[in-house]
């Protein structure tokens, strides 16, 4: 079946603008998980949403960045006023629980802010 | 809080050769292990993971892991490297009890040489 499907894979903005990352998890799955990947890094956790709501935020760096999923499958992370310093890889991943069920990961959005 | 370390940031091994990628976690209990491969432009696919029970763990691709409770370490190995391993390698811990983010360390870069 279809994986975990990310839209755009890349992106490039300018400092101060607004953007907006889309993920498709992979349908049935309830746990969906934003991850931001810097060069030379691993994976850092940004957000976790089980079903509709955001069962944890604490990865998010700041008020700049919002993510959404409000009918519990499709899920937007947004970001205002982008800094050089935003320019990642953004990952997405979801699973069919958040207990001990696999994170299946999408290809990524690279953002680049200039 | 959970951590881990990969203290090789490459590696080289020719083709055909063994293969030995190091992981090193901090966690207060047996965690749940997970090793994901990222080659370029694509996303974590997962090689293996360990839950509970036997120590050894089987993947994809001819991959093995051993979870070590006294070393605190879930190598990577591969008896026989292929060109097409080159890629690279995150080690991730879980906590294993209720909800846990998983944390990623910053990745091994493998080259496989001639």
């Known amino acids: 079946g279809a994986g975990v499907s990310q839209t755009p894979s890349n992106k490039v903005t300018e400092k101060g603008k607004y953007v907006e990352l889309r993920c498709d998890p992979i349908?049935?799955?309830?746990?969906l998980y934003w991850y931001r990947q810097s060069l030379g890094q691993g994976p850092e956790f940004l957000i976790y949403f089980q079903g509709t709501g955001a069962a944890d935020d604490s990865g998010l760096p700041n008020d700049r960045f919002f993510a959404v999923r409000p009918e519990g499958s499709v899920s937007t992370l947004k970001i205002q006023r982008t800094e050089r310093g935003d320019s990642a890889v953004y990952l997405c991943?979801?699973?069919?629980?958040?207990?001990?069920?696999?994170?299946?990961f999408g290809p990524g959005t690279r953002l680049t802010v200039l | 809080a959970q951590s881990v370390t990969q203290p090789d940031i490459h590696i080289t091994v020719s083709e055909g050769a063994s293969l030995e990628l190091r992981c090193n976690y901090s966690y207060g209990a047996t965690p749940y292990l997970f090793w994901y491969v990222q080659s370029p432009g694509q996303g974590l696919q997962l090689l293996l993971k360990y839950f509970s029970g036997d120590t050894l763990v089987q993947g994809i691709k001819g991959f093995e892991a051993e979870f070590k409770r006294s070393q605190s370490s879930f190598n990577l190995r591969k008896p026989s490297v292929h060109w097409s391993d080159a890629a690279e390698y995150f080690c991730?811990?879980?906590?294993?009890?209720?909800?846990?983010?998983?944390?990623f360390g910053k990745g091994t870069m493998l080259l496989v040489s001639p």
């Open positions: 991943a979801s699973s069919p629980d958040d207990i001990t069920d696999t994170q299946y």
């Open positions: 991730a811990v879980k906590g294993n009890s209720g909800y846990s983010t998983l944390t």
């Open positions: 349908s049935g799955h309830t746990a």
